[in-house]
């Protein structure tokens, strides 16, 4: 990999990306819609927007890797969604065969199985169960990966993200917490790792109550650093301040499940 693209650089896990990986690679490109804050002289940032096809494909141009965190971060009204994460998501990847790209990394979300109910420990081989329109952009996002590694050869690394942050915040963040460090290491091996063609991962750390098998990650050499449970005192007290909810405590989604639900009686889920 000699030049690397971070696209949604401007967000919250592309600002720790900048300086995480800064060296890894020779050239390291930044890019996002908004303008990013704090650019230091050597780094290199193009705006693009991403639902804009003749923007992302000079975006790709000599791009060996990419690492694709742009889009809607969270649920929102459909046309939202669509614009940034199905039709940009697409763009992304035509801009990436049309360019000869060899490797993408798609930041995928637990929000694609969000509704699976937390007594369920699940493979990345069990069906998606999104649980908004943001966990149904992902499941397409994912999909698309697997057609263009199948169809076009490109290696793709989607990563079921559980939740960045320095340590899990509350109790479901104990679950499917994953530290700046740990992600870090997942991505490097989807853009680095010899025998890529597609595979999904969960982008998680080694959390004692996590409800994901993530052996397909362990096999590709993923050796996590960090663990949810040496933060357990300080996440189940932010847990006691927390309001319950019946839906959201009941599934792995947790609130995401609970907007505008009205589903069944969540004890009678599988
Ligand atoms: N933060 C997490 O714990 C988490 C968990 C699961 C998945 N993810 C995924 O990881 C990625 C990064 O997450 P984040 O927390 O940094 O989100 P974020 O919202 O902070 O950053 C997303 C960035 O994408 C940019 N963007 C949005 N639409 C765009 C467009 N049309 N063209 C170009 N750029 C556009 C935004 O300006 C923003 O800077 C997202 O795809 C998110 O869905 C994050």
Redesign the pocket.
Known sequence: MKTVLI????????TRLRSLLKGVYPRLIL????PAANLGADEEFIQ????DMAQVTALLDGVDGVIH??????EDEWEVIH??NIV?CHNLFEAARLNGTKRVVF?????AIGFYPRHRRITVDDKVRPDSR?GVS?AFGEALGSFYAEKFGLGVLSIR?????DYPVDERRLSIWVSPRDLVQLIRIGLEHPDLRYQIVW?ASDNARAWWDNEPAYRLGYRPEDRAEDHRDRALAAEAERTPNAVADYFQGGDFCAIDFDGPHPDQVA
Not at 7 to 14: E, N, P, S, W
Not at 31 to 34: A, H, L, P, Y
Not at 69 to 74: E, F, H, N, P
């Open positions: 696209t949604g650089a401007a967000g919250g896990i592309g890019s996002d819609r908004e693009a927007d991403l639902s965190l742009g889009g809607r971060s969270i614009a940034a940009g930041a995928s979300s637990n929000h943001y992902k993200i559980g939740n960045i942050d982008g």
